[in-house]
Nanobody, 126 residues
Framework: EVQLVESGGGLVQAGGSLRLSCKAS????????IGWLRQAPWKEREGVSS????????YYATSVEGRFTISSDNAKNTVYLQMNSLKPEDTAVYYC???????????????????WGQGTQVTVSS
């Protein structure tokens, strides 16, 4: 059974930090690009960051570049998103998703992901 399980969300003040985790199982982790995407109320889902587990390349949305860092522990089948200097506009449900044989630059092609997690809420208060 394929599973992507996110954790680490919560409530934090502006300027604070959170680290999200995405634990994957049921598929060959090394063959997949893992993306972090988010959806705020009344907004479309958007790509935040991604990492290719085959070559380690990463990609970031301009809105988070320099503040967020994505990393992968292939031995644990887990991808992390370290979020620093959080802003109220980062408030959203954060999802991790997996797409086979895709480059990190394909992060924003929402409809092409093969698997999705259930999401974790991140709320940044001002």
């Amino acid at each position: 059974e394929v599973q992507l399980v996110e954790s680490g969300g919560g409530l934090v003040q502006a300027g604070g930090s959170l680290r999200l985790s995405c634990k994957a199982s049921g598929f060959t982790f090394d063959d997949y690009m893992i993306g972090w995407l988010r959806q705020a109320p009344w907004k479309e889902r958007e790509g935040v960051s991604s990492i290719s587990n085959s070559d380690g390349s990463t990609y970031y949305a301009t809105s988070v570049e320099g503040r967020f860092t994505i990393s992968s522990d292939n031995a644990k089948n887990t991808v992390y998103l370290q979020m620093n200097s959080l802003k109220p506009e980062d408030t959203a449900v954060y999802y991790c998703a997996a797409r086979k044989d895709a480059p990190a630059q394909a992060m924003g092609v929402i409809d092409d992901y093969d698997f999705w997690g259930q999401g974790t809420q991140v709320t940044v208060s001002s």
